[in-house]
């Protein structure tokens, strides 16, 4: 099973709005809804942001938003702030054989 | 409070076989899937596998079927991972992580096991 696909980097300003793009196919992302988002500081556990698509977990920011069309899921962060900059990731789910697939991580930096 | 509590750094040889525990608290162990997801230096997240604390079943990533083992102990909430026929390439920062509820991996995680490779 292939990572899903994530551009390396993405940057913006304070304030702004960006919009990380994840990638896979008609066997993970096109067919479940079923995927989650995690933020991962240096040296630090990754912290899920998003699942099912679109669902935030308690405590986190309404700031971040997902979505999916088709086979591509994206996350949204409004209002960035500086403590936003970290590398994020998306999963999804693939299937019985083997379930769940990451991308390769999208590196946010904070101008 | 939901705490994965994970054991300390390993130095291994090629070849050599790794067993890495995740003792958890604050929950009912047997009621969520926990998951195994390692990190090699500089790279991405890698999804290894699953094992349904309740039953004992495990789900494997294919490429490590063969090599990799899920097991736990319900007596004393923990779960492990073992990785055998070690190469270079398996140094990573492995972590264990529960589900948050049903499909959705990575709602609590461990705070990682360094296993170093090295001749």
């Known amino acids: 099973q292939s990572a899903l696909t994530q551009p390396a980097s993405v940057s913006g300003s304070p304030g702004q709005s960006i919009t990380i793009s994840c990638t896979g196919t008609s066997s993970d992302v096109g067919s479940y809804n079923l995927v989650s988002w995690y933020q991962q500081h240096p040296g630090k556990a990754p912290k899920l942001m998003i699942y099912e698509v679109s669902k935030r977990p308690s405590g986190v920011s309404n700031r971040f938003s997902g979505s999916k069309s088709g086979n591509t899921a994206s996350l949204t962060i409004s209002g960035l702030q500086a403590e936003d900059e970290a590398d994020y990731y998306c999963c999804s789910y693939a299937g019985s054989s083997t379930p769940w697939v990451f991308g390769g991580g999208t590196k946010l930096t904070v101008l | 409070q939901v705490q994965l509590v994970q054991s300390g750094a390993e130095v291994k040889k090629p070849g050599a076989s790794v067993k890495v525990s995740c003792k958890a608290s604050g929950y009912t162990f047997t009621g969520y899937y926990m998951h195994w997801v390692r990190q090699a230096p500089g790279q991405g997240l890698e999804w290894m596998g699953w094992?349904?604390?309740?039953?004992?079943?495990?789900n494997y990533a294919q490429k490590f079927q063969g090599r990799v083992t899920m097991t736990r102990d319900t007596s004393i909430s923990t779960a492990y991972m073992e990785l055998s026929r070690l190469r270079s390439d398996d140094t990573a920062v492995y972590y264990c992580?529960?589900?948050?509820?049903?499909?959705?991996?990575?709602?609590?995680w461990g705070q990682g096991t360094l296993v170093t490779v090295s001749s």
């Open positions: 094992i349904n604390p309740n039953s004992g079943g495990t």
């Open positions: 992580a529960r589900d948050l509820q049903a499909v959705t991996p990575g709602g609590y």
